[in-house]
């Protein structure tokens, strides 16, 4: 069978994708040298995004600068050679009977998409993520499936031990193998995780009405290349159906549309070479000129200030927070500036798949509807590894800023409080220092004050009482993680972002 | 007559009982401390002076060795035991004939973190038929333990089942029980939430270990940590002393040990619990100290 070098190229990427995947992941060394966030780094719209959220260009992103140029030359190659995603639905929904486009996403729906996203950046508010087809296939493996994955292993596992107890050893290193290298090391499970699949549900159930359905009409990064091909020197010729065979409307998974060749959508999967029965298509460097008949959309005035309206809307039409949930609001260690951080923060969420202590979650109202998907930390469930500062570097965007070790241990996530109506040696005169045991900081943030005070027998008692300096609090959150009273903790991070910072004007 | 027959038997049976303490009187306790810059040589040497390995481990057994892996510290900073004296006992056992040697912790911090940074994973790397194992949630026993604090406690099976089972903690300074030697490093065999038991440590201590005996105790006091216990992390407060410890009456190692600290036995409720107890024995002087 013969196969296109497209195809070929596809599976290649979303062979690096998983293994980059898998990788993005503690195993066993302080730096991770190559992670998922490459894939964020080449990616035009999260590097378009950037730079007009940010108004300048970081080092990191320039990949994407370069994607971007070879695009204008090249066209929509990315979605037809490495899109993981795109692979993704050509390789599930092959088979899937199409029925009839739906005349909805027709329109120019994808341009207001993308200009609305844009502009929403150009006015501090970087949403891309939320849409960009990257993010969204690595959300569903981060928060769903790949816990999921990592979850029903280990519960087979688990199960093994009940029915054959320590015999299960024998392949005792078939599983340490699997969880060293394969699984999450725990797998934790996440809120919106339901969104987070549904969304690349939903992108594979659009299948059914037509080919690469979200690809063509729907995908912002799709139609920021799409305009980027209009001057495409690489172009596929014959530009028009034959007359005598037409074959190509049903080979073309995007492009023929109409009779004549859209640029705009080919994303050179080469399916047309391989299968024309004459022989007659081929894509070569013909220079311009060839197909200016289409009109470009972003041109149209209407799209362009639509764009412009709603991505001016969306950025103030969501930015109501009450100031109540700001208190606990922990971004991960460095991120300093919440505004800073809303405008690099990609939604990717690999810092929180490689938090060592699954310190970090999702967002979901915490921080008004467009904090969605921006991580977190719920020092209850997790907390900050002092020696770790993996999702610094994952981060594609240094949203979270790649610290060097000892400047991470230093920087302020926020500020333990212990609520002396619930800690023991205040509340119950029993003493229990867990939290300054655990405190990591050399000198202890965590100190105790030794009392002598009398038992509810009368019995004389040296009391140890924890308190917090706040000098040498980094709030990593350690004290409120593993603070042993049921329920709510007796000591807990608080935000220790300024007033001002915290109300948004 | 009968009260005649009585009064004998109550003499002799008072005699004799008076006189097997004076005749089968205890062996003293044995610790034996050795100190050197090689940790594998002395770590070896102190074995042998209370007999060798082979007095514990014998042919085909399955030995469980409990280092303290509880912090993402590296050796120098006396958080963790020291790889080379793990090294070393672990080697020792094999020797002796063990069929299998299983080393873990249930570590504070991240458990991939400590096993990698205490320097143990890589200590321990190529060792045929030892095992550095992460310990699993389900092999937790809830274990009924009857103690004074602990009724019952989840407890690692892997402990329970060992043939023989080798304490081997560092010596260190603890927030709460000013010191974490033998006793308390049996701490890392219990799941659950532990810091529950700080309400009540002696005791609670002493519980567990009334039902996983430490066979042999290794204390490692190469380089001990003085305060900021138990996970340091600042150079000064660690000191070396090119020191191990081993005996197999855990209150007595831990009452030696402590004197490293220029502490008294007595002034570690720990061990005065345990002493109390019947754990072992607390009085240096009724220890038999053998320096090699």
């Not at chain 1, 969204?136 to 790949?146: E, M, N, P």
């Not at chain 2, 892997?158 to 033998?182: C, M, W, Y």
């Amino acid at each position: 069978m013969k196969i296109t070098s497209a195809r070929i190229s596809q599976y290649l990427f979303l062979a690096v994708f998983f293994y980059l995947f898998i990788n993005t992941e503690y195993r066993g060394k302080d730096e991770i040298s190559f992670a998922i966030n490459s894939f964020f780094r080449v990616d035009p719209l999260v590097v378009l995004s950037f730079i007009l959220s940010k108004k300048t260009l970081i080092a990191l992103l320039i990949p994407g600068i370069l994607m971007l140029i070879f695009s204008i030359f090249l066209g929509r190659f990315f979605c037809g050679w490495i899109c993981p995603l795109g692979t993704i639905i050509d390789l599930t929904t092959d088979k899937l009977k199409k029925s009839i486009p739906i005349k909805f996403l027709k329109t120019n729906l994808k341009y207001y998409l993308l200009f609305t996203l844009l502009f929403a950046a150009l006015f501090n508010v970087n949403l891309v993520g939320i849409l960009d087809p990257i993010a969204i296939l690595i959300r569903a493996l981060i928060f769903f499936l790949y816990p999921l994955f990592g979850y029903s292993i280990r519960v087979s596992w688990a199960g093994l031990y009940s029915i054959i107890g320590e015999n299960r050893d024998y392949i005792g290193s078939l599983y340490s193998f699997l969880r060293d290298y394969i699984l999450p090391f725990r797998e934790t499970f996440y809120p919106l995780a339901f969104i987070s699949f549904m969304l690349l549900i939903a992108i594979l159930f659009l299948e059914r009405y037509e080919k690469r359905n979200w690809c063509k009409n729907l995908c912002p990064l799709g139609a920021l290349l799409g305009l980027l091909s209009r001057f495409s020197l690489f172009k596929r010729l014959p530009a028009k159906l034959c007359s005598d065979c037409k074959a190509c409307k049903e080979i073309c998974p995007t492009a023929f549309d109409e009779e004549i060749l859209q640029t705009k959508d080919c994303i050179l999967c080469m399916e047309c070479t391989l299968k024309c029965k004459f022989n007659r298509v081929k894509f070569s460097l013909t220079g311009t000129g060839k197909n200016k008949k289409t009109k470009a959309p972003f041109l149209e005035r209407r799209v362009f200030i639509g764009g412009l309206v709603s991505g001016f809307f969306v950025s103030r039409a969501f930015s109501f927070t009450s100031p109540s949930q700001y208190e606990r609001l922990l971004r991960p260690p460095g991120v300093t500036d919440e505004k800073e951080f809303l405008k690099k923060c990609v939604r990717c969420g690999e810092c929180i798949k490689v938090c060592l202590k699954s310190a970090l979650y999702p967002a979901f109202f915490q921080t008004g509807l467009y904090g969605m998907f921006m991580p977190h930390m719920i020092t209850r469930l997790g907390y900050c590894e002092y020696n770790c500062n993996l999702c610094g570097q994952v981060c594609p965007t240094g949203a979270i800023p790649n610290l060097p070790l000892e400047q991470k241990k230093k920087s302020i996530i926020g500020l333990a409080a212990v609520d002396k109506n619930h800690c023991l040696p205040y509340a119950k005169k029993i003493n229990c220092i867990v939290c300054e045991e655990h405190c990591p900081i050399p000198e202890k943030a965590i100190k105790l004050e030794s009392v002598v005070e009398r038992d509810y027998r009368g019995k004389k008692i040296i009391l140890k009482k924890p308190y917090v300096v706040e000098e040498l609090c980094n709030g990593c959150g350690i004290c409120e993680y593993m603070c042993p009273l049921e329920g709510k903790a007796a000591i807990e991070v608080f935000s220790k972002r300024k007033r001002d910072q915290a109300l948004r004007s | 007559m009968k009260r005649r027959e009585f009064l004998k038997f109550a003499l002799s049976s008072l005699l004799l009982g008076g006189m097997s303490k004076s005749i089968f009187a205890k062996e003293p306790p044995v610790v034996s401390v050795t100190e050197g810059k090689d940790y594998a040589a002395i770590t070896r040497n102190v074995i042998a002076a209370l007999g060798g390995m082979q007095r514990f481990v014998k042919q085909g057994h399955v030995v469980v060795v409990k280092p303290n892996i509880g912090w993402d510290r590296r050796p120098e900073y006396a958080a963790t035991t020291h790889p080379l004296v793990v090294r070393a006992i672990v080697e020792e056992c094999i020797k002796a004939g063990a069929k299998k040697v299983k080393v873990f912790d249930n570590p504070c911090n991240d458990p991939r973190r400590t096993y990698v940074n205490s320097g143990i994973l890589e200590a321990l790397k190529g060792l045929r038929n030892v095992e550095l194992k992460h310990t699993e949630n389900e092999r937790f026993k809830n274990t009924k333990m009857n103690g004074v604090f602990l009724k019952e406690w989840p407890l690692y099976d892997e402990a329970l089942s060992a043939d023989v089972f080798i304490n081997v903690p560092v010596a260190k300074h603890h927030g709460l029980t000013r010191l974490t030697l033998g006793l308390k490093n049996i701490m890392g065999i219990m799941g659950g939430s532990r810091g529950y038991i700080h309400r009540s440590i002696d005791d609670a201590l002493i519980d567990v270990n009334t039902v996983v005996k430490s066979h042999l105790v290794i204390i490692d006091a190469t380089r001990i940590l003085l305060d900021h216990g138990p996970q340091g992390g600042n150079l000064r407060d660690a000191k070396i002393l090119n020191r191990v410890i081993a005996s197999t009456d855990i209150v007595a190692a831990d009452a030696y040990a402590t004197t490293l600290f220029n502490l008294h036995p007595q002034d570690i409720s720990t061990t005065v619990t345990a002493y109390k107890r019947g754990m072992g024995e607390i009085n240096l002087n009724k220890i038999r100290i053998i320096k090699v």
